[in-house]
């Protein structure tokens, strides 16, 4: 029996075993990027980390990969040569998880992810309709505000453009977001006065906010162009809180009129000073382009009908 400490270097059994997949991650990053800090900052990784494993994956290939002068490193033709072959494996790797991906979702339900309040106020009491227009299309709605990745089983997401999407998103509007003082019809009047034929909130009035939109009278306030008076108020944790608050007679909320729009047409809430634009919108997101008459290209459609 020979012992695996004396086998030779160029034994067939060291000839396919391959080095770390991390090690040639950060060494493709590194390449690529021809700076380890940005490669570490690519992988979510410390720069020594990544230097750390692209000084293993040299040692063990016995060669140097990159020439190290000034802070700056510069790929040998070592280097080169593994750089495109590394970069051209991960690149088919990429695309075979992406045909698997998208072969599962064939298989299931898609997922839509919409901001909580929008879904629970405005999309789910239409929903019925979508389902009796396409009955073959099968989604799962889903809760979810703020950012949010695609590679997370989300398929197509709505979501306000108040924050900065990842590059290559696909985004489709929808409708632009208006919003004003919302409460309950037997409050208007004591809360609200008339002033040059203007309604205008009074001093008095309870003002409801909401910790996941803090600025929502501000944006109000500078949408109209008025001064916001000092008044009582209270905060909530969310804003669907803030509008329930509203129609049990707590006070005056802002209320987007997407999410409003049931409860002024049934007559729970009113709106004196009515809505303005505040400059924001709501849009279909996507992780490519919509192809025509696709599910998802109809349920675009659907969507522009309800706003």
Not at 128 to 147: E, T, Y
Request: aromatic share 8%.
């Amino acid at each position: 029996m020979i012992s695996d400490n004396n086998s030779e270097s160029d034994s067939p059994l060291t000839h396919g075993r391959l080095p770390s997949l991390l090690a040639l991650r950060c060494f493709e990053a590194a390449a690529r990027q021809e700076n380890f800090s940005r490669a570490a900052s690519e992988l979510h990784l410390t720069p020594g980390a990544v230097s750390r494993a692209v000084r293993l994956l040299e040692d063990e290939l016995g060669v140097e990969l990159f020439e190290r002068r000034s802070r700056r490193v510069f790929l040998t033709d070592a280097g080169r040569l593994l750089a495109k072959a590394v970069g051209d494996g991960l690149g088919l790797m990429a695309q075979a998880i992406d045909t698997l991906r998208a072969n599962a979702r064939q298989k299931r339900a898609w997922v839509l992810s919409c901001e909580p309040t929008l879904l629970m106020r405005w999309l789910i009491p239409r929903w019925p309709d979508f389902q009796a227009r396409h009955p073959g299309i099968d989604v799962h709605l889903v809760a979810g505000g703020g950012p949010f990745s695609f590679a997370n089983d989300i398929d197509l997401a709505i979501r306000r453009d108040d924050f900065p999407w990842a590059d290559g998103y696909h985004a489709e509007p929808l409708f632009a977001e208006k919003i004003g003082p919302v409460c309950r019809p037997d409050k208007a009047a004591h809360w609200f006065s008339t002033q040059n034929g203007s309604p205008e909130q009074r001093g008095e009035a309870p003002r409801l906010h909401t910790r996941t939109r803090p600025g929502a009278w501000q944006e109000w306030a500078t949408a109209t162009g008025l001064t916001l008076p000092e008044a009582p108020g209270q905060t909530f944790e969310h804003f669907y809180f803030s509008l329930q608050a509203a129609v049990a007679g707590l006070g005056v909320a802002i209320g987007p009129w997407h999410l409003v729009r049931d409860d002024l047409d049934s007559g729970v809430l009113t709106a004196p000073a009515g809505f303005v634009e505040d400059g924001s919108r709501y849009c279909l997101l996507s992780p490519r382009p919509l192809i025509a008459d696709s599910p998802q290209a109809q349920l675009l459609a659907w969507l522009r009908t309800m706003v």
